[in-house]
């Protein structure tokens, strides 16, 4: 690679988590079945909600929204690693480079607006039930998931403008499974100090105003859960919320592993908070939101059982 401006900067080398032979193979049939149980399980959730008329509601259409962010997530990512790591050439092209990190950063935003929608939608539906069916109508959550969807959109494409005035020179390998805005930052030979400050305010700002309306959420939640005299009714008000309270402590836990600390600390042990965030994650989801959940568990008993049907007549 060459000194002089991005756009001599031809291509990078994605390494990937290692170059021994014996352990690619291990990581090969390790991401491939994550991506395959993240696929059919986010899949299967998508028709189950889809086709069943009892979770054509708010929640559940976040719900389907998170899923399908989820298999957009690894499919921009898992794919490619998949290729290199049963592959003698590991380059990706720099636009190539810049569209993974561009799908990244909306995505990863995205689920960010998803998951604060969805504790505001429990808290309404535990603190304020006389009021669900106004504040959560359909209209309304199809108006503020467009409005999150094109928020994700625009910042996504601003940070990656924002990385094509970066220079890179020197090393073009990235021992990582994906091109992500701290690695590349790191490869850069231009003055970084910019952009990550730009990263850094604009990202406290996406990301910390929806985790306070989650925390909000939940300290109100937690409140109404406490006044309810009966043990099993409690119970019941904190299932309803413990499936996304494990997704939200696992997604946010793991992004502020990898992105809050300074770029000069970052370094090879943060991949695996980032394979966390990026693999394990949407892998998980399905079969948090599903376990005990009775309507989904229904909804996909009769999918499941309807397919069969049709098969077999």
Same mark, same amino acid.
């Given at each position: 690679?060459?000194?002089?401006?991005?756009?001599?900067?031809?291509?990078?080398?994605?390494?990937?988590?290692?170059?021994?032979?014996?352990?690619?193979?291990?990581?090969?049939?390790?991401?491939?079945?994550?991506?395959?149980?993240?696929?059919?399980?986010?899949?299967?959730?998508?028709? &189950? @909600?889809?086709?069943?008329? =009892?979770?054509? !509601?708010? +929640?559940?259409?976040? *719900?389907?929204? %998170?899923? /399908? $962010?989820?298999?957009?997530?690894?499919?921009?990512?898992?794919?490619?690693?998949?290729?290199?790591?049963?592959?003698?050439?590991?380059?990706?092209?720099?636009?190539?480079?810049?569209?993974?990190?561009?799908?990244?950063?909306?995505?990863?935003?995205?689920?960010?607006?998803?998951?604060?929608?969805?504790?505001?939608?429990?808290?309404? &539906? @535990?603190?304020?039930?006389? =009021?669900?069916? !106004?504040? +959560?109508?359909?209209? *309304?959550?199809? %108006?503020? /998931? $467009?409005?999150?969807?094109?928020?994700?959109?625009?910042?996504?494409?601003?940070?990656?403008?924002?990385?094509?005035?970066?220079?890179?020179?020197?090393?073009?390998?990235?021992?990582?499974?994906?091109?992500?805005?701290?690695?590349?930052?790191?490869?850069?030979?231009?003055?970084?100090?910019?952009?990550?400050?730009?990263?850094?305010?604009?990202?406290?700002?996406?990301?910390?105003?929806?985790?306070?309306?989650?925390?909000?959420?939940?300290?109100?939640?937690?409140?109404?859960?406490?006044?309810?005299?009966?043990?099993?009714?409690?119970?019941?008000?904190?299932?309803?919320?413990?499936?996304?309270?494990?997704?939200?402590?696992?997604?946010?836990?793991?992004?502020?592993?990898?992105?809050?600390?300074?770029?000069?600390?970052?370094?090879?042990?943060?991949?695996?908070?980032?394979?966390?965030?990026?693999?394990?994650?949407?892998?998980?989801?399905?079969?948090?939101?599903?376990?005990?959940?009775?309507?989904?568990?229904?909804?996909?008993?009769?999918?499941?059982?309807?397919?069969?049907?049709?098969?077999?007549?």
């Amino acid at each position: 690679m060459h000194g002089g401006n991005q756009s001599e900067t031809s291509e990078f080398l994605l390494l990937g988590l290692s170059e021994s032979p014996k352990e690619q193979r291990i990581l090969f049939w390790m991401f491939l079945s994550m991506y395959l149980v993240t696929v059919v399980g986010n899949v299967l959730i998508i028709l &189950a @909600i889809s086709f069943d008329p =009892h979770l054509h !509601t708010p +929640m559940y259409l976040l *719900l389907a929204n %998170l899923s /399908l $962010t989820d298999l957009f997530f690894v499919t921009n990512t898992i794919p490619n690693t998949l290729v290199n790591l049963q592959s003698q050439n590991k380059a990706i092209s720099y636009a190539g480079c810049l569209t993974q990190l561009y799908f990244l950063v909306s995505l990863v935003t995205l689920d960010n607006f998803i998951l604060a929608k969805m504790a505001y939608d429990r808290y309404v &539906a @535990i603190c304020r039930p006389l =009021h669900y069916v !106004t504040a +959560m109508n359909p209209g *309304l959550c199809i %108006l503020l /998931l $467009t409005l999150c969807w094109g928020l994700s959109v625009l910042y996504g494409l601003f940070l990656t403008l924002f990385m094509t005035k970066v220079t890179f020179c020197g090393s073009r390998k990235i021992h990582y499974i994906f091109c992500e805005m701290y690695v590349l930052l790191r490869l850069a030979c231009s003055n970084t100090q910019v952009i990550h400050t730009v990263q850094i305010t604009t990202g406290c700002f996406i990301f910390f105003t929806p985790l306070g309306i989650m925390i909000m959420s939940y300290v109100w939640i937690a409140r109404a859960i406490l006044r309810i005299p009966s043990a099993s009714s409690k119970y019941k008000a904190f299932s309803t919320c413990a499936s996304h309270l494990a997704v939200v402590s696992l997604f946010y836990g793991t992004l502020g592993m990898v992105y809050l600390q300074p770029l000069q600390t970052y370094s090879m042990k943060d991949s695996v908070a980032t394979v966390m965030y990026a693999v394990v994650t949407p892998m998980m989801n399905p079969f948090i939101y599903s376990l005990r959940n009775k309507d989904m568990h229904g909804a996909l008993g009769r999918l499941l059982l309807g397919k069969a049907f049709q098969r077999f007549t």
